[in-house]
């Protein structure tokens, strides 16, 4: 059995996460997007951090045996509440 760790959204591994967001596949999740760079990346996390002092909402990486494997959370997007979930491909 894998160890899956939730940790805070801003504690994740900045380069192992902007190879997870850059994906093809994670890419279309998130809508139509330019992939990241580190300047796009700290502000698209900048964001999720946002969403997770949000009442309600909340945001947290996930790691897999110490690795950056995803994020998961709940938020309000769109005038109704989302639960959001990614992982590695």
Do not use: P
Not at 36 to 47: Q, V
């Amino acid at each position: 059995m894998s160890g899956v760790e939730y940790i805070a959204f801003q504690e994740l591994n900045r380069s192992q996460l902007l190879d997870v967001v850059n994906k093809e596949r994670v890419r279309k999740h998130l809508v139509s997007h330019d992939a990241f760079d580190e300047a796009t990346l700290e502000a698209w996390i900048a964001s999720k951090v946002d969403v997770d002092m949000t009442a309600g909402c909340k945001v947290r990486g996930i790691k897999v045996d110490g690795d950056v494997a995803g994020w998961c959370g709940t938020q309000y997007e769109n005038g109704g509440n989302e639960l959001a979930l990614s992982e590695r491909v």
